[in-house]
């Protein structure tokens, strides 16, 4: 059974090199901008993303700021009303979009590769990105959606709690911070440091941009500059970086909610991205809580007491060392066993780690399953950004089965008993109070 496993992967992995990895080309504009290009014909499509350092660990004292600036760069530039803009990119059959993470900012654009329809509707996003004029009345319009939306989640179980353990394990740092913000925080921002927020953040020796579709190297490299001189230069602005010191010890909150149904959260700083342990975890989460319904949680949460339809854990790595988190929804008067129960395994699981055919099994999942996380052009993007914006290498794509299938029980065993400390572990229960006895 195991070689003919071995042979199925060594299968798949010839497969994926030779037939469905994008072929990465990387360079860097005059105007220091990375570039990261993958051609691909198969569809008369452009997929581009402009990767920003200026997530929401910039905000600074004004939390809310970096997602309030996003929303708003389509809503004027360059004489160009926001209905203006929209038809723009409308007429052309073109999408635009921006998102807001901890760590970065990412603008998109979407277009068909026809020329015509092409330029226009990057003329257009190189106005947004280089001319935006933040109106007034938008401005407030779009401050007042932003401390609705905080309004309703602090209604939702689900915003409460991912709020509360993001400040918890992170305490003073950036990251504890919520990108929406809270009212008194989005209340203070003005128009002002909006404008102050993108002459800082929005350079071009910072920025990032992937693009992949139906383009020539040249037409890449000429788009890339356009982007790149659209805009501004400036200087990096430095980071508040994670301490050793600043992991939190052990403890628990209890945020009352009135609800039968306990949200509960565990967990601590985990891993960067580039850290050299991030497969052996990845594939060692799949075995304890990443893997769907064949992981250690599920069969003794869910399988064996019935305490929860769905566990899960995963990690998530950032610039800085991102959170490890096991999540769970229980009935309130069940939290604390469901808690214990997920403690248990994890103990047990970092002290032992999976078994052979456990992690034989993980990694045929995992394996097998890659080739449909790169099979659009914007699945391509998404790792192309990612390996960009944290400079990953080239070939992470390419490798990604051999590292996996590289992975041994041991490298699991070593990987979690570094990086987990059960002595700092912190858990946040979200549910009425029956959930915190």
Known sequence: MKVWLGVLASTLILWQSASALPQIQSWTTDDGTRVYFAPSDELAMVDVAISLDA?????????????LTHSLLDKGAANMDADAIAARFEDVGAQYGTSVSLDRSMITLRSLSDETLFQSAVDTLLKVIAKPSFPQRDFEREKNRLLIAIQNGQQNPSDIIS??????????????????????????????????????????????????????????????????QALASGQPTPKDMLVADST??????????????????????????????????????????????????????????GLSYSVYSYFMPLQQPGPFMIGLQTRA????QAL???LDVLDKYQSEGPSEAELELSKRNIISGFPLRIDSNRDVLGYLSMIGYYQLPLSYLADFSAKIEAVSVEDVRQAFRKH????SLVTVIVGNEAAAK
Not at 175 to 195: H, L, M, P
């Open 163 to 228: 709020k509360a353990f993001y400040a918890a394990i992170y305490e003073k740092h950036p990251y504890a911070q919520s990108g929406q913000g809270s009212a008194e925080s989005v209340q203070t921002i003005q128009r002002s440091d909006i404008e102050d927020f993108y002459q800082q953040y929005f350079i071009a020796n910072t920025a990032v941009v992937a693009i992949v579709g139906d383009l020539t190297r040249d037409q890449a490299e000429q788009l890339a500059t356009n982007i790149s």
């Open 248 to 305: 939190p010890k052990s403890k628990q909150e209890h945020i009352v909610f009135p609800s039968q149904q306990a949200h509960v959260r565990i967990g601590q700083l985990g891993v960067a991205r580039g850290d050299p342990d991030y497969f052996s975890l990845y594939v060692g989460n799949h075995v304890l809580g990443g893997g769907g319904f064949t992981s250690r949680l599920v069969e003794e949460v869910r399988s064996k007491r």
């Open 333 to 336: 008067d069940q939290a604390q």
């Open 55 to 67: 997530g929401s660990e910039r905000d600074g004292s004004l939390a809310g700021l970096s997602t």
């Open 420 to 423: 987990i400390d059960l002595d």
């Open 340 to 342: 214990q129960v997920c």
